[in-house]
């Protein structure tokens, strides 16, 4: 069941507030930052609620995907941790619980002894694929705005992304 609605928005009144106390030059600063922060809530609890009944989080969702799209169905550890843009330690956390759960298995890299392998299984890829049809039916579908709000808003996130250094352009964002 949704929340009920509050009966104005606290990032306006925030703002406000910001504008009254001498700091109007930056309200509409923080009211970017607490918005994206706020609607990263409510998307995170949107995905939540539909990976509940399959037993995954979100960040094992995507270790499961990503290795579903490699084209071996395995990747090494740290390449894993660098494309997810999380620090080794929670790969390895999500590994630990995947492995528990038999949906991914550790096994040695055939040409480099130091590293380890993060393989998908078949019960993974089953699982990673049924969690991908529920969140595209309930959540990445209907995300909450038209689609030329959605490009925009991909566009503008994107060069949010690209001056905060977080990737290299080729090609993105969107134009």
Avoid at 3 to 13: C, G, K, Q, S, V
Avoid at 56 to 63: H, K, S, V
Avoid at 105 to 131: M, N, Q, W, Y
């Amino acid at each position: 069941m949704p929340p009920t609605p509050l009966p104005r928005d606290p990032i306006e009144e925030a703002h406000r507030q910001w504008t009254d106390h001498g700091w109007g030059a930056v309200a509409d600063g923080m009211a970017a930052v607490t918005s994206v922060m706020r609607a990263q809530q409510i998307m995170m609890a949107r995905v939540d609620e539909v990976l509940k009944p399959t037993g995954l989080t979100f960040a094992r969702y995507e270790l499961l995907t990503l290795l579903s799209f490699s084209r071996t169905g395995a990747l090494p550890m740290a390449k894993a941790s660098a494309r997810l843009q999380v620090h080794p330690t929670s790969v390895t956390n999500a590994v630990d619980r995947l492995e528990a759960a038999s949906l991914v298995k550790r096994v040695p890299h055939p040409s480099d002894r130091r590293a380890t392998l993060i393989e998908i299984t078949e019960a993974g890829r089953a699982l990673a694929l049924e969690a991908t049809e529920q969140l595209n039916a309930k959540v990445f579908g209907q995300p909450g705005l038209d689609a030329e709000k959605l490009s925009e808003l991909v566009r503008i996130l994107a060069e949010l992304r690209l001056a905060a250094g977080d990737f290299a352009s080729g090609g993105w964002p969107p134009a």
